[in-house]
């Protein structure tokens, strides 16, 4: 049974313990994300997702790294981790997914809006699977969804924060048929 922080208990409890991940049970692979998120290639920053429940607004997936990432070779040198604006780009399309898998944006895209009290409590390096959750907030249909997340490597967390997302225009997604 998956337990959920609310709202009485304290900040730095989790929104769902990562002893209860069953990273074995997965419900959306990349295949499937692709249907509700725009991201590919190096930005494509989820592997799995395996569990979204839409009652209570949670989801968790995962990104398995691999040696090849593209920013292991620079980030940094010798010893690479993986940069902490990557950790949030997962989570944020976590949230995504979420969002339009489950419709609660009523719109074709959402967008990154913003990052809040956002804390790196570890290093996360090719060859760990990251393991995120996020809990929506509050949201307004069309506008803007705010959410928790917390990123884990085993049971370690190592990155927590709030995103928004933001409704973005499809027309401004749109290449410029102008342009040369």
């Known amino acids: 049974m998956v337990r ?15 002893r209860q991940f069953d990273l074995d049970r997965v419900i959306a692979d990349i295949h499937e994300i692709r249907r509700w998120i725009p991201q590919r ?4 920053q989820l592997t799995a997702i395996v569990y979204d429940d839409v009652a209570n607004h949670v989801s968790i997936g995962y ?3 691999k040696d090849d990432e593209f920013w292991a070779t620079g980030h940094m040198p010798g010893c690479p981790i993986m940069p902490g604006v990557m950790m949030c780009e997962a989570a944020a399309q976590l949230l995504s997914y979420h969002v339009q898998r489950n419709d609660l944006s ?16 570890g290093i996360v390096r090719p060859g760990d699977r990251l393991v ?6 509050r949201y307004r249909r069309g506008r803007v969804v705010v ?3 917390q990123a884990f490597v085993g049971t370690n967390l190592v990155c927590e924060g709030e995103l ?8 401004a997604l749109q290449p410029d048929a102008g342009a040369a």
């Open 4 to 18: 959920f922080r609310n709202d009485s208990v304290p900040a730095h409890e989790y929104i769902v313990d990562p």
């Open 41 to 44: 290639y190096a930005m494509e």
């Open 63 to 65: 990104r398995d790294l």
């Open 106 to 121: 009523g719109v074709d895209t959402v967008g990154f809006g913003g990052i809040d009290k956002v804390r790196f409590r």
């Open 132 to 137: 995120i959750a996020t809990q929506v907030i």
């Open 147 to 149: 959410s928790k997340f």
């Open 164 to 171: 928004t997302g933001i409704a973005l225009p499809t027309n």
